[in-house]
Nanobody, 130 residues
């Protein structure tokens, strides 16, 4: 069983930064065999894609609304994925979820922006005040 635990959320003023962390555990988990992503869900809205990194770690993808402000990265030694969020805006307010998807070696360069991930964390709240 794979478990994902997010942390790093909080209340910040617009223009400031936060870094979210997703720690992944599981006795069979190998980060190179898993694509990772961040999604978010604002009040009254559907959950949406934010950022993704491929199983190899060499490819990333971002939602248009966060491109240039957010950066997804990972530390393979720690089985941890990060989301650095800069120049935050009130519209970034949401619960942020980390997700994990097992992939074949041949799919190592692919990023996945849809929600068909295998495992999800519980989420961490990010609130941006104006």
């Amino acid at each position: 069983q794979v478990q994902l635990v997010e942390s790093g959320g909080g209340l910040v003023q617009a223009g400031n930064s936060l870094r979210l962390t997703c720690a992944v555990s599981g006795h069979t988990f190998t980060i190179f065999q898993h694509a990772m992503a961040w999604f978010r869900q604002a009040p009254g809205k559907e959950r949406e894609f934010v950022a993704a990194v491929s199983g190899s770690g060499s490819s990333t993808d971002y939602a248009h609304s966060v491109k240039g402000r957010f950066t997804i990265s990972r530390d393979s030694a720690k089985n941890t994925v990060y989301l650095q969020m800069n120049n935050l805006k009130p519209e970034d307010t949401a619960v942020y979820y980390c997700a994990c998807k097992q992939v074949r070696a041949s799919e190592g360069e692919t990023t996945y922006t849809t929600q068909d991930y295998d495992y999800w964390g519980q989420g961490t709240q990010v609130t941006v005040s104006s």
